[in-house]
């Protein structure tokens, strides 16, 4: 009877060569639509040799940024970073001074 390893990994976030979650999906779509840029732009008759310094150009700024992003913000830190924009800065009272401070 075969004996099958329990997966430790279940509950964790997805993670491949050091990004995680929402990371991977921004790098696979960033890779994705590098490479449907790079298809037009070589259908429609652009230069080989601009067509592939293209690719390797953003490619690197992609890869870059990406791990960048994932290094500074974490797993979370970008879905904070876009809930803390939508929270006010300041709480702005317009009543009277006299009543925030009369007792009752």
Do not use: D, W
Not at 33 to 52: A, D, H, K, R, W
Not at 55 to 79: H, K, Q, S, W
């Amino acid at each position: 009877m075969a004996e099958y390893g329990i997966n430790k990994g279940v509950g964790r976030s997805p993670e491949f060569k050091g990004l995680t979650s929402q990371y991977l999906f921004i790098f696979a779509g960033g890779l994705l639509s590098l490479f449907i840029i790079f298809v037009v732009m070589y259908m429609s008759g652009v230069g080989t040799t601009v067509c592939i310094g293209f690719g390797v150009v953003t490619g690197t700024a992609l890869v870059v940024v990406t791990f960048r992003l994932n290094a500074r913000y974490g797993p979370y830190g970008m879905m904070k970073r876009a809930a803390s924009r939508r929270h006010p800065r300041r709480i702005i009272s317009r009543r009277r001074i006299s009543r925030l401070i009369k007792t009752k």
